[in-house]
């Protein structure tokens, strides 16, 4: 059986086939367990997991049936066209692995086994040494600040007032409420959050602060 079960010259052997799709598997799992691994935001997606395993499976068919067949590959070209993805990704580091889930597929579609493996191995390393060591984090505390207020709140006033302690503030968004509760939001950059803490308590009554929050900005927010 030197052909094993291929029935045209063109068309690829089933041992192949199934060696590829366990190997196109395997890659995908590894890509999407170091995904997982490296995750650090707060919107983990379980149908990203199951995403990033597929779509290299689903790649390496891809490349398997149109690989020497220029009319199968503008056919497949066609059919995607009519493919739209609504599902909109929210950090960018996911786009990367996608990517890679993809190339791994590509690359064992087109039966390039080393670059698949030694690619996938290289990548997820480098993706799990910057999650491991913090590479390129900006080391300043960034937190959030949510307060209420009964009176508006005299901005200028107000940020001098957390500068003279070293805090840096930025107002993000302000409005009135029906309660006729003033409600602002504010980026604050500092380096004890105790002492962001303490000086909201003691500047409280100075501005009408009824209640505070003070959220951690380490992670991506956005509003």
């Given at each position: 059986?030197?052909?094993?079960?291929?029935?045209?010259?063109?068309?690829?052997?089933?041992?192949?086939?199934?060696f590829n799709l366990v190997f196109a598997t395997f890659l995908s799992l590894a890509i999407a367990y170091v995904h997982k691994?490296?995750?650090?935001?707060?919107?983990?997606?379980?149908?990203?997991?199951?995403?990033?395993?597929?779509?290299?499976?689903?790649?390496?068919?891809?490349?398997?049936?149109?690989?020497?067949?220029?009319?199968?590959?503008?056919?497949?070209?066609?059919?995607?066209?009519?493919?739209?993805?609504?599902?909109?990704?929210?950090?960018?580091?996911?786009?990367?692995?996608?990517?890679?889930?993809?190339?791994?597929?590509?690359?064992?579609?087109?039966?390039?086994?080393?670059?698949?493996?030694?690619?996938?191995?290289?990548?997820?390393?480098?993706?799990?040494?910057?999650?491991?060591?913090?590479?390129?984090?900006?080391?300043?505390?960034?937190?959030?600040?949510?307060?209420?207020?009964?009176?508006?709140?005299?901005?200028?006033?107000?940020?001098?007032?957390?500068?003279?302690?070293?805090?840096?503030?930025?107002?993000?968004?302000?409005?009135?409420?029906?309660?006729?509760?003033?409600?602002?939001?504010?980026?604050?950059?500092?380096?004890?959050?105790?002492?962001?803490?303490?000086?909201?308590?003691?500047?409280?009554?100075?501005?009408?602060?009824?209640?505070?929050?003070?959220?951690?900005?380490?992670?991506?927010?956005?509003?």
């Amino acid at each position: 059986m030197p052909n094993f079960f291929s029935f045209s010259q063109q068309e690829v052997s089933i041992a192949v086939v199934i060696f590829n799709l366990v190997f196109a598997t395997f890659l995908s799992l590894a890509i999407a367990y170091v995904h997982k691994k490296t995750h650090t935001g707060l919107s983990y997606s379980y149908s990203f997991f199951t995403t990033l395993v597929l779509i290299g499976i689903i790649a390496s068919v891809v490349l398997m049936v149109v690989q020497n067949n220029i009319y199968g590959a503008l056919g497949l070209l066609g059919a995607f066209a009519f493919i739209r993805f609504r599902t909109i990704i929210k950090e960018t580091r996911d786009i990367a692995f996608l990517f890679l889930s993809l190339a791994e597929g590509v690359a064992v579609g087109l039966n390039q086994y080393a670059v698949a493996l030694l690619s996938t191995a290289a990548i997820s390393l480098v993706a799990y040494l910057l999650f491991r060591f913090n590479l390129g984090y900006f080391t300043q505390n960034n937190y959030i600040l949510l307060l209420n207020s009964t009176s508006p709140i005299e901005q200028d006033a107000f940020t001098n007032r957390l500068r003279e302690n070293k805090i840096s503030v930025m107002l993000l968004n302000s409005k009135k409420r029906q309660d006729q509760m003033f409600e602002y939001t504010f980026r604050v950059t500092g380096k004890d959050v105790t002492l962001l803490h303490d000086t909201i308590n003691e500047i409280s009554s100075l501005y009408s602060i009824k209640e505070f929050d003070i959220i951690s900005g380490k992670e991506s927010i956005e509003y």
